[in-house]
């Protein structure tokens, strides 16, 4: 079976990521109420009493409201690295101790037929990372909650055939909205997230003609709209000399609408 994958929800209220090999079944967060995510998983057909086990990036509640939840009501296994672990174990309730792995920073992990490649990323959490996923020569990255995109983080991401790739907010629409400066400064920050520009640059380094798919994640409420995302990365896309539409797809994602599944 191909990989593939959903974008189950993204944004500031929320985010889970779930994708699939045949064998392994993997959720990569669980940013929402266990109903929500149980919801969330019919629209896209998967049972999940299915799932393999669950990937942590951070700890941040948008990343693990119903991680405690969805593990005891599945029994799943949580993976998620040491100072990860440390920072969110109040926030979730009691695991078992064989429900618990650590999965390591800059670490590749084979589950069943799917090799995972985590990474480092900055972002004001205790020790934040995000995933590569290899399945039969195809490559889906997972790059969402990050201050900046590093030429580290670049050459790990590279040349992969579908990205979730954070695109968070218009720094106009930021500057002037009703956000406090402390607030501000934090997402424009080295430790906060990536604007629609910046992702659009970050992607033109690491774009190839193996591309398919661009899924822009993580858009605030606030500021950012669908449209404008769209609209901006297309536009230095292009530029560029990037062809979007005939060669390279690119996808809004929703933090209350899974994405339909995609088959890379």
Same mark, same amino acid.
């Given at each position: 079976?191909?990989?593939?994958?959903?974008?189950?929800?993204?944004?500031? +209220?929320?985010?889970?990521?779930?994708?699939?090999?045949?064998?392994? !079944?993997?959720? #990569?967060?669980?940013?929402?109420?266990?109903?929500?995510?149980?919801?969330?998983?019919?629209?896209?057909?998967?049972? @999940?009493?299915?799932?393999?086990?669950?990937?942590?990036?951070?700890?941040?509640?948008?990343?693990? !409201?119903?991680?405690? *939840?969805?593990?005891?009501?599945?029994?799943? @296994? *949580?993976?998620?690295?040491?100072?990860?672990?440390?920072?969110?174990?109040?926030?979730?309730?009691?695991?078992?101790?064989?429900?618990?792995?650590?999965?390591?920073?800059?670490?590749?992990?084979?589950?069943?037929?799917?090799? *995972?490649?985590?990474?480092?990323?900055?972002?004001?959490?205790?020790? @934040?990372?995000?995933?590569?996923?290899?399945?039969?020569?195809?490559?889906?990255?997972?790059?969402?909650?990050?201050?900046?995109?590093?030429?580290?983080?670049?050459? +790990?991401?590279?040349?992969?055939?579908?990205?979730?790739?954070?695109?968070?907010?218009?720094?106009?629409?930021?500057?002037?909205?009703?956000?406090?400066?402390?607030?501000?400064?934090?997402?424009?920050?080295?430790?906060?997230? #990536?604007?629609?520009?910046?992702?659009?640059?970050?992607?033109?380094? *690491?774009?190839?003609?193996?591309?398919?798919?661009?899924?822009?994640?993580?858009?605030?409420?606030?500021?950012?709209?669908?449209?404008?995302?769209?609209?901006? #990365?297309?536009?230095?896309?292009?530029?560029?000399?990037?062809?979007?539409?005939?060669?390279?797809?690119?996808?809004? +994602?929703?933090?209350?609408?899974? +994405?339909?599944?995609?088959?890379?």
């Amino acid at each position: 079976m191909s990989l593939r994958f959903s974008v189950l929800a993204s944004g500031s +209220t929320g985010n889970a990521f779930y994708i699939e090999s045949g064998e392994e !079944k993997i959720l #990569v967060d669980a940013g929402l109420s266990g109903k929500r995510m149980e919801q969330l998983l019919s629209q896209v057909n998967i049972d @999940p009493h299915e799932l393999s086990r669950i990937l942590v990036t951070h700890e941040h509640s948008d990343h693990i !409201k119903g991680l405690g *939840i969805m593990a005891r009501r599945y029994n799943l @296994p *949580i993976y998620a690295n040491e100072k990860t672990w440390k920072a969110m174990e109040n926030q979730i309730g009691k695991i078992s101790l064989d429900q618990k792995f650590h999965f390591n920073m800059e670490e590749t992990k084979t589950f069943g037929n799917l090799d *995972i490649e985590s990474f480092a990323v900055s972002h004001d959490a205790a020790d @934040p990372m995000f995933y590569t996923f290899h399945h039969e020569g195809k490559k889906v990255a997972l790059v969402t909650d990050l201050g900046y995109v590093s030429e580290r983080i670049k050459k +790990t991401v590279e040349n992969a055939d579908a990205y979730i790739f954070e695109s968070n907010h218009d720094v106009s629409m930021l500057r002037m909205g009703r956000y406090p400066w402390n607030v501000k400064r934090r997402i424009l920050g080295d430790s906060g997230h #990536v604007s629609n520009e910046d992702c659009a640059l970050a992607l033109t380094d *690491i774009l190839t003609d193996r591309t398919q798919r661009i899924y822009l994640a993580h858009l605030s409420l606030d500021n950012n709209m669908k449209d404008l995302a769209r609209m901006s #990365v297309s536009n230095i896309l292009q530029e560029r000399g990037f062809e979007l539409g005939s060669r390279i797809e690119l996808h809004d +994602t929703d933090p209350a609408e899974a +994405t339909p599944m995609f088959h890379v």
